[in-house]
């Protein structure tokens, strides 16, 4: 059997993977909740914000390099 067929390997990944997408939830949760004069919702919905769009993906693609590096140790 191949290495990455193992059982214990696949419940490895998607216990890391579920952990990764709860961290990175809190993480933009918090951010929300740091910046409460901004509205992210209606900024980004409703005005169309591109910039903060911008500056939010970036904090996405950080956070996720945080958290993947976090997670690998």
Request: hydrophobic share 60%; charged share 15%; proline share 3%.
């Amino acid at each position: 059997m191949p290495d990455w067929l193992k059982l214990e390997q696949l419940a490895a990944v998607a216990i890391y993977a579920f952990l990764g997408v709860v961290m990175f939830g809190i993480s933009f949760w918090l951010l929300d909740r740091l910046t409460p004069s901004i509205n992210l919702r209606k900024e980004l919905l409703e005005d169309e914000n591109t910039a903060l769009a911008i500056v939010l993906a970036g904090c996405s693609i950080a956070l996720g390099i945080v958290i993947a590096a976090a997670i690998q140790g």
